[in-house]
């Protein structure tokens, strides 16, 4: 199925890398294979080497002038005056399945800033590569507690051994959290856990450190043996997350709107009892569903863990089930059609003279003023004969961490706010000079308006857990339960 597996650090260094088969005829270090890759990933071209017609080399591609792979990193650097005017040239971020010249098809996911990547000369589903990916980077983070490059490099000898059980000859064995549980002898170094999203959200929306546990007994960073019976609380940790995918036209009107959601657990809980979860009691199931409730929430579709069982889903929306090991997704959802937008964004763009242009972008907080948008940033993207730009932000009271700058590498407005208050609306100004006259093409270059954001304790569908208990009545037993929800931003798209 694939040749090999590799986990490659954000600075491109190979962290874990396994051999299961070799190309016939190829003697080429492993080392080499990863480099190259990785010098695609971090610098894509918009061209997939080795595809029928295209140029195989690791550079621009035969539209753009061949260059060796030395040519693309000095360029991408900046080297000289002619390498910066091209290195503004980008075409995003690289798929996750693309060709190489050494004939393999590439495949990788990212987490927590490392990529988990493997390669194969067979014609396999991608989407089953890639959620083979997923899989075996979620078990690490299982038995790691943490994933990390940190929690890796102490943990390889673990890993390794995972690796083994994972895996056989490239294919999937056993990819179940609690099934390798019998198979591996080596216990876990635990690492502390590097801090995420940060100090501006409120405490009781961040899960506590017991989440990063491993699910087997471990070894702390002094060499003391921990075991999860000592002194372990019965937790269980459930999150509420939704992705939000918007595209605004320039009036501000929205022009397509989805939420991919889940809701996700980790279980540490003695006896592994079971559980029911309750929802709203008005969620109905497809658009064309006829509900007597009326204003209820409605989702497109709904899928469930295997470990659900449903015989009181459909008259009282309650689910039970005994939580497996490690994290897991008890369902996913999904939402199309209105709901109400976090935030609303409004654009405007003035020719004040031939090449200067005057940008405005007004944004509007439609979240209750009791929440808060963290870690916020707004992306302009402006011409390539762009000159020079700069931009102020007119803020109300509430915002923190507000800033705007013009990346003349990268020719694009960034607009950042650590916090934005809801109920508040903020607008960001910029006067742009350009080379030469504002043509219609010139024109067209500008956006569309980018946006990132997440909100704790807040979620767009009004999806609810009503209530999650133990199934049976256990004196004594007072488990501790985590709930949380977070919104976060997937393509927050606003044309110009």
């Not at 409605?298 to 309650?318: A, P």
């Not at 946006?451 to 304790?457: A, K």
Request: charged content about 20%.
């Amino acid at each position: 199925m694939i040749n090999n597996f590799f986990v490659l650090s954000p600075r491109g260094d190979t962290v874990i890398a396994k051999t299961y088969r070799s190309k016939s005829g190829v003697g080429a270090h492993e080392r080499s294979h990863t480099e190259a890759f990785f010098r695609k990933v971090k610098f894509w071209d918009g061209v997939a080497p080795g595809t029928p017609g295209m140029d195989t080399t690791l550079g621009m591609g035969s539209s753009g002038g061949k260059m060796s792979s030395s040519d693309e990193l000095g360029e991408v650097g900046g080297g000289g005056a002619d390498g910066s005017k091209e290195s503004v040239k980008r075409f995003g971020d690289a798929p996750p399945v693309f060709v190489m010249p050494d004939g393999c098809s590439y495949m990788h996911v990212k987490r927590n800033g490392l990529i988990f990547g493997c390669a194969t000369e067979k014609n396999v589903s991608p989407v089953v590569v890639i959620e083979l990916l997923s899989k075996i980077a979620k078990v690490f983070k299982d038995y790691c507690g943490t994933l990390s490059e940190e929690s890796i490099r102490k943990n390889f000898i673990l890993l390794y051994e995972l690796l083994d059980e994972l895996l056989d000859y490239g294919y999937p064995q056993v990819t179940q959290t609690e099934n390798l549980k019998a198979f591996v002898y080596n216990e876990p170094i635990v690492v502390t856990p590097v801090a995420d999203t940060g100090k501006m959200i409120n405490p009781k929306t961040a899960s506590a450190s017991a989440v990063h546990k491993p699910v087997i007994g471990s070894v702390d960073a002094d060499g003391k043996k921990t075991s999860l019976s000592a002194n372990q609380k019965n937790e269980i940790f459930v999150d509420i997350l939704e992705r939000l995918s918007v595209l605004f036209s320039n009036n501000g009107y929205v022009l397509n709107s989805t939420i991919d959601g889940c809701i996700q657990m980790k279980s540490y809980l003695a006896g592994n009892p079971q559980l029911r979860l309750a929802l709203n009691e008005d969620l109905a199931i497809g658009r064309n569903t006829s509900t007597t409730y009326g204003g209820g929430v409605t989702v497109d579709d709904i899928n469930f863990n295997d470990c659900v069982n449903l015989s009181e889903w459909e008259h009282g929306r309650t689910l039970s089930f005994y939580p497996p090991d490690g994290e897991f997704v008890v369902l996913n959802y999904r939402m199309t059609g209105e709901f109400k937008t976090p935030f609303r964004i409004f654009p405007s763009i003035e020719e004040v003279e031939p090449n200067k242009l005057e940008i405005s972008v007004h944004v509007r907080a439609e979240i209750p003023d009791n929440h808060f948008g963290a870690n916020v940033s707004i992306e302009v993207p402006l011409p390539q004969t762009t000159t020079v730009a700069t931009c102020n932000v007119v803020s109300t009271p509430g915002a923190n961490g507000v800033n705007a700058e013009y990346v003349s590498q990268e020719k694009k407005l960034v607009w950042t706010l650590k916090k934005f208050p809801g109920c508040t609306e903020q607008t960001m100004r910029a006067k742009v000079t350009l080379s030469g006259p504002c043509t219609s093409q010139i024109r067209r270059e500008i956006g569309p308006i980018n946006m990132n954001f997440e909100i704790p304790m807040y979620n767009v569908s009004s999806l609810q857990v009503r209530y999650l208990r133990i199934a049976e009545n256990m004196p004594g037993y007072t488990p501790y339960r985590w709930v949380r929800y977070v919104t976060q931003s997937s393509s927050y798209v606003c044309r110009l």
